[in-house]
């Protein structure tokens, strides 16, 4: 059986058909037509659900769900997208419009640090467990928790907001206006933060080398590889931004003692370099005294396909 997921950025529409085996047989990627309504959007899905099956010379009703990972919060029902900054989504009825173009295929919304989570369940770091938790460190943090060996969609429907977890009293301003959340901490955003008060202060340091002395050119890979490289200054943002992390996990850890953690997004592409002193940190931290795994997350560009093509699998009942 053939299971279609889309995976809806602000950039790039992705659209994949997932098989049985979890592999992806057919997709497509289209510019996500910035500034267009809705209906528009789904239109355009809707056409490349239609050209997947031309693709695979088969018939459209060969596609038994279609699921849609979406970036932004989508209310309790699970059927509209409330808002999504970066799409200019709000109170979007994205079911109810896919739903026009293929009335009798089931369509699933989720948010898309959920779908990866579920991916990652069915096909990467989470395979065989029942409760893991997910981190994805990029301009944001996102997190996707699977409890009872499913994506945990909130008590009330809401899903999560791991990155609003506050972490350190008073922090720095947050994304969401309150202070000191996991996302104003664990951010590649922060780490680029960090690295631009260096190219002020600190003309002597690897990052304002690598940089070339220009504030629009720092990266949190160029932050990272300083660090790598011994430079003192970014060695010391490096290591407050692993402290953050790992108190951000042992929260975590300490309300839901996980199988497994991991961690995806940019930042975690930094590899043991940031996940040895990650493990100790969370090692001392933890209030359980037991190691508790901190792996990389295993799909990278995929999850979002694949989890929303599992988010069929996910419903009881359904597929
Ligand atoms: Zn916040």
């Known amino acids: ?25 057919a997709s497509r990627n289209v510019a ?30 060969d596609f038994k769900s279609i699921g849609i990972a979406t970036a932004g919060s989508i209310d309790a029902s699970g059927s509209i997208i409330i808002h999504a900054h970066n799409l200019g989504f709000h109170d979007v009825p994205m079911i109810d419009e896919m739903h026009k173009h293929f009335p009798k295929i089931p369509v699933y919304l989720a948010n898309d640090a959920d779908a990866a989570a579920l991916a990652e369940l069915h096909a990467g770091a989470f395979r065989g467990k029942k409760t893991a938790v997910l981190f994805t460190l990029g301009t944001g943090v996102g997190g996707g928790i699977i409890l009872g060996g499913k994506m ?3 008590g009330m429907g809401h899903g999560n907001e791991l990155g609003h977890m506050i972490v350190q009293h008073g922090g720095p301003i947050c994304t969401c206006g309150n202070r000191g959340c996991i996302e104003s901490l664990c951010t590649a955003t922060w780490l680029i933060q960090q690295g631009r008060k260096v190219i002020v202060e600190y003309p002597i340091s690897m990052i304002y080398e690598k940089a070339e002395g220009d504030m629009n050119k720092v990266t949190a890979k160029i932050v990272i590889d300083s660090a790598k ?25 300490a309300l839901l003692d996980p199988e497994v953690v991991a961690l995806g997004g940019g930042v975690s592409l930094a590899g043991d370099f940031l996940f040895a002193p990650v ?34 699998r996910n419903e009881e009942g359904s597929v």
């Open 1 to 25: 059986m053939y299971q279609v997921g889309f995976d809806v950025g602000g950039t790039n529409l992705k659209v994949g058909v997932v098989h049985d085996n979890l592999e992806i047989v």
């Open 32 to 61: 996500f037509p910035k500034g267009e309504t809705y209906e528009k959007v789904a239109a355009l899905m809707a056409e490349q659900v239609v050209a997947l099956a031309k693709d695979m010379n088969i018939p459209v009703t």
């Open 152 to 154: 945990f969609k909130g």
């Open 229 to 253: 490289e011994g430079d003192t200054i970014a060695l010391d943002i490096f290591n407050t931004y692993v402290d953050s992390l790992s108190s951000a996990i042992t929260s975590v850890v």
């Open 279 to 312: 493990r100790e940190m969370v090692k001392q931290k933890s209030f359980f005294k037991v190691y508790h795994e901190v792996v990389p997350a295993q799909l990278g560009n995929t999850a979002g396909i694949i989890g929303a093509a599992m988010l069929a």
